[in-house]
């Protein structure tokens, strides 16, 4: 559980400090912002959630590395506990933006 939530804080805190949050905003308010790097950042995330999926759930990764498959709670709580790289990265981007 731990890795897959390191994992998932880091796909958190990817998507907090790319254009991807800025773009969805601006586009609520009506506005329109390209977002050049969309489609590496979906392939990006989508291909580590697959290879998560494999490394904690088939039977040949889980005897190689001495885990266990998780549920849908475990997997929720990972989540959980991804989600406050949301809060580091703004503070982050607050006292050393990328601009």
Same mark, same amino acid.
């Given at each position: 559980? @731990?890795?897959? !939530?390191? =994992?998932? %804080?880091?796909?958190?805190?990817?998507?907090?400090? +790319?254009?991807? *949050?800025? @773009?969805?905003? !601006?586009? =609520?308010? %009506?506005?329109?912002?390209?977002?050049?790097?969309? +489609?590496?950042? *979906?392939?990006?995330?989508?291909?580590? =959630?697959?290879?998560?999926?494999?490394?904690?759930?088939?039977?040949?990764?889980?005897?190689?590395?001495?885990?266990?498959?998780?549920?849908?709670?475990?997997?929720?709580?990972?989540?959980?506990?991804?989600?406050?790289?949301?809060l580091v990265s703004a503070l982050v981007n607050r006292f050393d933006p990328l601009d």
């Open positions: 559980m @731990a890795i897959q !939530a390191l =994992v998932a %804080g880091r796909i958190f805190y990817l998507l907090s400090i +790319s254009q991807l *949050g800025s @773009a969805v905003i !601006a586009r =609520v308010r %009506g506005m329109r912002q390209r977002i050049n790097d969309a +489609s590496a950042i *979906g392939i990006g995330i989508a291909c580590t =959630v697959i290879l998560q999926i494999i490394f904690s759930q088939w039977n040949l990764m889980n005897n190689l590395f001495y885990t266990a498959p998780l549920n849908l709670n475990q997997w929720l709580i990972c989540l959980v506990f991804g989600l406050p790289m949301v």
